[in-house]
């Protein structure tokens, strides 16, 4: 005979642990970026045992200047990478710098997933920084030529004085000694001379003249035509270096022009017209000392076209 038994079997679904997956967006594995770009990644984490299972999600980087905080929680399963390489980042005089990122998922069960990427940064010009530098060269430029054109205004105004001094005369007169050498025995003469001369006196050995300025001027300071000739030279460079000063203003007033390469060298040809020659460069006071200040309205009140908002 045969022998059964009964019984009763009970099948539950058992749920097996997968481990989560990484998806990214962009899917590429290669990336090209020059200095100071935006780098952004989007990663959507997926966990077939639900987002509660995901423990964890960071990166490895092959560069330790790339910092932690770049990586951003959005949601428990989603994450952004948000980097931006300053231009340090890539030292001259490198033009790029590659390195490797993986970025990886863990469950709670130590299961993982990961990508890794290639990156590739291009040592980029700042150009702010160009731009604020080749300005700075601009203005200081400007105010150089400012400068001496305010020093230019002061002696051609002091000269002005003194050629109306000697020309018109005035009341006063000057005094002038011219010795005799070894004269003795001579009494005190008076002599009436014409009115352009007054009146010479003779006294001993001595003999004490009494003049005009404009022959005060010949005799014990410059001739009249030496004052001339500086002062002519003084306005012809003031108008040479106004002209020069107005032309460099208006050509480079504008970033993108400064980024030309003529750039520098009109600079040297600006600065070559301030240099002065002959009497008026050694007679002009080294410490003399502006006392207007280089305000951007006192540069632009001279040289009309001088743009200091770029």
């Known amino acids: 005979a045969k022998a059964r038994t009964k019984g009763h079997f009970k099948i539950e679904i058992t749920r097996q642990d997968l481990p989560p ?34 423990a964890s999600f960071s990166f490895i980087a092959g560069n330790t200047k790339i910092p932690a905080g770049t990586l951003v929680k959005n949601t428990p399963s989603q994450y952004e990478f948000i980097w931006k390489p300053g231009y340090d980042f890539v030292k001259d005089p490198l033009d790029s710098l590659s390195f490797n990122m993986t970025f990886y998922v863990l469950d709670k069960s130590n299961k993982r997933d990961e990508r890794t990427v290639s990156f590739t940064i291009v040592n980029a010009v700042n150009e702010d920084e160009k731009d604020q530098k080749l300005y700075t060269e601009y203005r200081s430029t400007m105010v150089r030529g400012w400068d001496l054109m305010e020093q230019l205004k002061a002696a051609e105004k ?64 410059r001739s009249t035509k030496d004052i001339i000739e500086r002062l002519n030279y003084i306005m012809e460079k003031r108008n040479e270096l106004q002209t020069k000063g107005d032309t460099f203003a208006r050509k480079y007033a504008l970033k993108s022009s400064r980024r030309r390469p003529e750039f520098i060298k009109d600079i040297d040809d600006f600065v070559a017209v301030m240099n002065l020659k002959g009497v008026v460069a050694l007679e ?19 040289f009309k076209d001088f743009n200091p908002g770029e």
């Not at 003469?189 to 001595?206: A, C, N, Q, Y």
């Open 284 to 302: 002009l006071d080294a410490n003399w000392q502006n006392k207007a200040k280089a305000t951007n309205d006192n540069i632009a009140k001279t």
């Open 158 to 221: 002091d000269l002005k004085k003194k050629y109306n001094r000697a020309r018109k005369g005035k009341k006063g007169r000057s005094i002038t000694n011219a010795s005799l050498g070894a004269v003795t025995g001579i009494a005190p003469v008076v002599v009436e001379l014409p009115e352009t001369t007054k009146k010479i006196s003779v006294v001993g050995g001595t003999v004490v003249m009494t003049i005009g300025t404009l022959e005060a001027t010949e005799v014990i300071g």
């Open 21 to 54: 997956s990484i998806l990214m967006i962009p899917a590429q594995t290669k990336f090209q970026f020059k200095e100071d770009a935006t780098v952004n990644l989007k990663f959507q984490l997926v966990d077939p045992n639900g987002d509660n299972d995901i």
